[in-house]
């Protein structure tokens, strides 16, 4: 029903954001992949997905049809809701988590709260065909970047660094500089930013 509503950004959470458009304010659900996209705007279109349940009617926002068609493909899994989903891609960075899926890396996925290790597998085995073709996710999946970024993760643990600032940290750093950088360089400027 609605493909996209563009207007004024009023409220801005990790969790939602506020649209208003023409005198009306939207509430639409974001994952944390968009909060970041939002958080430095004050103007947005923002690509809707709409569900309509029989209790609720909810809205749900993306910065960038990637994350919009990735969420989608989540929500065609027997299992997973739009919740999930959104957990999902608030969890990982949405070309990682289609490298995970492609990949079949059950264990990254375990590691987001409220999937299972049969929900895992399910999301693997309905999605593994479809999400490099049917997604379209312009990210560079380089299977190579994600062994550096968990050796980077890993070195920034050994250092003494909390894992879960250390992955803030080096999730900055790709959205600034790109996803080619070697272990030894994303190592350095995550300890700029830590």
């Known amino acids: 029903m609605f493909a996209y509503i563009e ?80 957990i999902l891609l608030s969890s990982l960075h949405p070309s990682e988590l289609v490298t995970a899926i492609s990949s079949g890396n059950e264990g990254l996925l375990k590691k987001v709260k409220g999937i299972g290790a049969k929900t895992a597998q399910r999301i693997i085995v309905d999605l593994r065909d479809k999400v490099l073709k049917e997604s379209g996710i312009s990210g560079n999946l380089d299977i190579s970047y994600n062994t550096r970024r968990e050796e980077a993760l890993s070195g920034l643990v050994v250092l003494g660094f909390g894992k879960v600032e250390a992955e803030k940290a080096l999730s900055k750093i790709q959205q600034q500089m790109g996803i080619e950088l070697p272990v030894e360089q994303l190592i350095r400027e995550a300890l700029k930013i830590l």
């Open 7 to 86: 207007g004024k950004l009023t409220e801005k959470t990790p969790t939602h954001i506020v649209v208003d458009a023409q005198g009306v304010g939207y509430l639409m659900h974001i994952s944390l992949h968009s909060f970041e996209k939002f958080k430095m705007m004050d103007t947005a279109r923002v690509l809707v997905h709409f569900i309509v349940r029989e209790d609720a009617q909810i809205l749900y926002g993306f910065a960038d049809e990637d994350e919009r068609k990735l969420f989608r493909l989540l929500i065609s899994v027997s299992g997973v809701g739009a919740n999930t989903a959104r």
